[in-house]
C-alpha cells in the first residue's frame, strides 16, 4: 500500500507497505541481478550502507542457477539472506537486449540463452511463474522493450501487445498468489508504460494500464540511447498520467542528476547498474563531482574519498590506499570503492526525503546539482 506524505511542487515523499517491510519513497534499489550486488558486497553490507530494496533479475537467475532450485530453498529472500524488500525484474529488457536470435508472438518470446544457446521460451505467464519461485516482493510485468528509435508503426503495435500481456500477466498473478504452495501470496505486481519517444503513445498506455489498478507503474525504455532532455520531456508528458496514489518506477536511471531531475517530475523509484559498475572501475561518486581513484593525483592522498562520509570505505581508508588496491587488482578496492557509491546513492535519497519533508527540494537539488558540475 502507498501513501503520499508530502508534495514539494511535483515531487512526491512517499511510504509504501509491502509484506518485507516499509519502503520510504524516493528509494533507489540496489542492482543485485543474479542476487549478488557485483564488487563482493555482501546483504550484510547492504544493511549498513542504509539500502532499502534490493533489485534482482527474473531472466538470470531463471537461467541459472533456475527459479525452480530457489524455490525449493525457500525463496530468493531466504537464498540469498536479505529480509527486506526485493523487487524482480520481468526479464522483458534481457530477452531484448541480451538474445541474438528471438521469435517474438503473440503468446510470448521464443529466443536462445545468452550462456550456453539453449532454446527458451517466456511469455507473461512464464514470467509470473518465475518471479512467483522467486518469490519476490514486488514483480514486474512482462513486456516488449523495443527500440526507442522503433518507427511509430511498430511502436504502437508492439506497446498494444504489452496490454494486452499485462492484463495476461494481472490474471497469472492473482491465480499463483492463490496457490496453496506460493512462497509470497502478496506478491505485488508493477505495470510498464512504454511508447519510446512518441508522447502520444505515451501518454494513451498511461492512461490504459492506469485503469487496471496495479500496485504501481514504471516508465520503462528510457536511458536506452535518446537524450536526457528527451527523457524529461518523455516524463512531463506521462508521469501526470499514472495514479498520484501509487508508485512511479523509472527503470534503469540513471545518474544523479537524473534521479534529482526525475524525483522533480514526480518520480518515486529508481535503480541502476552505474553505482556499482562506476566503482568497479575506480569511479567514485562526491559531493564535488565524480573521481578517478586511478588518477596518480591520489598516489600520496591519505585523505579518505570524500571527508565527512560515513561510508564503510570512507570511514577507515584514504584514496592512496585505495589506488594502491585498484592498481594492484585487489578486490577490495573495487568493493570499497562499490561500497561507497551506493552509500552516495542511499544518502542522496534520505537527503531528497528530507528536502521534500521540509518543503525545500528545489533549494536542495540546485545546490546537490552545482556541487557535482565541479571537477
Known sequence: MYELLKKDGRAKRGRFTTVHGVIETPVFMNVGTVAAIKGAVSTDDLRGIKTQVELSNTYHLHVRPGDEVVKKLGGLHKFMNWDKPILTDSGGFQVFSLAKLRKIKEEGVHFNSHIDG???????????????????????????????VADRKYMTNSVERTTRWLKRCKEEMARLNSLPDTINPHQMLFGINQGGIYEDIRIAHAQQIAELNLDGYAVGGLAVGESH????????????????????YLMGVGTPANILEAVDRGVDFFDCVYPSRNGRHGHV?????????????????????????????????????????????????????????????????????DAIDAGEFQAYKKRKLEGMEQK
Open 229 to 248: 532532455e528527451e527523457m524529461y520531456r518523455i516524463l512531463d508528458a506521462v508521469v501526470p498520467q499514472l495514479p498520484e496514489n501509487k508508485p512511479t
Open 118 to 148: 539453449h532454446k527458451i521460451f517466456m511469455g507473461p505467464e512464464q514470467s509470473m511463474q518465475i518471479q512467483s519461485n522467486l518469490a519476490s516482493t514486488i514483480a514486474m510485468a512482462f513486456d516488449e522493450c523495443p527500440s526507442s
Open 285 to 353: 561518486y562526491t559531493n564535488h563531482g565524480k573521481m578517478n581513484l586511478f588518477n596518480a593525483k591520489y598516489e600520496l592522498d591519505d585523505r579518505p574519498i570524500e571527508e565527512g562520509c560515513n561510508c564503510p570505505a570512507c570511514r577507515s581508508y584514504s584514496r592512496a590506499y585505495i589506488r594502491h588496491l585498484l592498481k594492484a587488482k585487489e578486490m577490495l578496492g573495487m568493493r570499497l570503492c562499490v561500497l561507497h557509491n551506493l552509500y552516495f546513492y542511499n544518502t542522496m535519497m534520505e537527503e531528497i526525503r
